[in-house]
């Protein structure tokens, strides 16, 4: 089991910056890759960004590439969406996924575990 916790959401205006983490615990041994993925009202769950376990690779939505950057510190157990020049089309719950499989991928399926998200909300 692991166990993913989001924080670092808020309410921001247009052209600002937040900082989203992620904080593993449980069965962190296993090389995972991590995801973000986001849901606004009445929208269905989409992907923001992935990372390898390595940190080597990574991907990213096309509406985010530019202006999101994920990383991860594996000492720490810490996954990070830093955000800036945000929108208010950007306004959404984010949440964590972790793939135990490493495969650091756009599809919320290949995902095993996920956080219970943090609502990150930006004003225009």
């Known amino acids: 089991q692991v166990q993913l916790v989001e924080s670092g959401g808020g309410l921001v205006q247009a052209g600002g910056s937040l900082r989203l983490s992620c904080l593993a615990s449980?069965?962190?041994?296993?090389?995972?890759?991590m995801g973000w993925f986001r849901q606004a009202p009445g929208k269905e769950r989409e992907f923001v960004a992935a990372?390898?376990?390595?940190?080597?690779?990574?991907d990213y939505a096309g509406s985010v590439k530019g202006r999101f950057t994920i990383s991860r510190d594996n000492a720490k157990n810490t996954v990070y969406l830093q955000m800036n020049s945000l929108k208010p089309e950007d306004t959404a719950v984010y949440y964590c996924?972790?793939?135990?499989?490493?495969?650091?991928?756009?599809?919320?399926?290949?995902?095993?575990?996920w956080g219970q998200g943090t609502q990150v909300t930006v004003s225009s």
């Open positions: 996924a972790a793939d135990l499989q490493n495969r650091y991928s756009t599809n919320s399926r290949t995902y095993n575990y």
């Open positions: 449980g069965r962190t041994i296993t090389p995972y890759a």
């Open positions: 990372i390898s376990w390595s940190g080597g690779n990574t």
